[in-house]
């Protein structure tokens, strides 16, 4: 069964911090770079966070410093992870896992809103 299922997010104020899972159910997901995702309200979905199956990373510049991805890939289950720091109220969105480049599979995503 394929199946991506993210979590974490929450309501934070400006300069908080949050902790983003991915649980990615499925083989192909042990397969493939993976990325965060997100989507701010009235606009696009946009690739803020990557990894490689080698472990290296890359970012959007909006995020790069404040932002860290990771994945744990030696459990049965595929887990992907973005550490989100100095948030600031530009960061509210949904945000998605997925493959990278982006599969056809989408979770549910979680909503992270920063406000004071």
């Known amino acids: 069964q394929v199946q991506l299922v993210e979590s974490g997010g929450g309501l934070v104020q400006p300069g908080g911090s949050l902790r983003l899972s991915c649980a990615a159910s499925g083989s192909i997901f042990r397969l493939y770079d993976m990325g965060w995702y997100r989507q701010p309200p009235g606009k696009q979905r946009e690739l803020v966070a990557a990894i490689a199956l080698g472990g290296s990373t890359n970012y959007a510049d909006s995020v790069k410093g404040r932002f860290t991805i990771s994945r744990d890939r030696d459990k049965a289950q595929n887990t992907v992870y973005l550490q989100m720091n100095s948030l600031k109220p530009e960061d509210t969105a949904v945000y998605y896992c997925?493959?990278?480049?982006?599969?056809?599979?989408w979770g549910q995503g979680t909503q992270v809103t920063v406000s004071s």
């Open positions: 997925n493959t990278n480049p982006q599969s056809r599979y």
